[in-house]
């Protein structure tokens, strides 16, 4: 439970980080973006560990979570373009 836990809050860190390095493209609000981050770093923590790329507590899952938050927020950011 724990682990979900600290992943839900790198997540939230990893969006905002995320957001620094891409501040062009995806939403310009505050929670949308954490959440956003939240869904990247949950999806990259569960595929990294799956691949047996790290284990949980790794600096490198808080690299992941970052790649995999502004992965959504470039998603988003496309798919919010051509609306």
């Known amino acids: 439970m724990m682990h979900w836990l ?7 860190v990893a ?29 990259a923590t569960f595929l990294g560990q799956a691949l ?10 808080f690299i992941m979570s970052v790649a995999g938050a502004a992965l959504l927020l470039f998603v988003y950011g496309l798919i919010n373009k051509k609306k």
């Open 15 to 43: 969006g905002l980080v995320a957001k620094k390095l891409m501040p062009g493209t995806g939403p310009s609000g505050f929670i949308l973006t954490a959440v956003l981050g939240i869904g990247g770093s949950v999806a």
């Open 52 to 61: 047996g790329l790290y284990k949980g507590g790794e600096g490198a899952g």
């Open 6 to 12: 600290w992943t839900v809050i790198i997540g939230f």
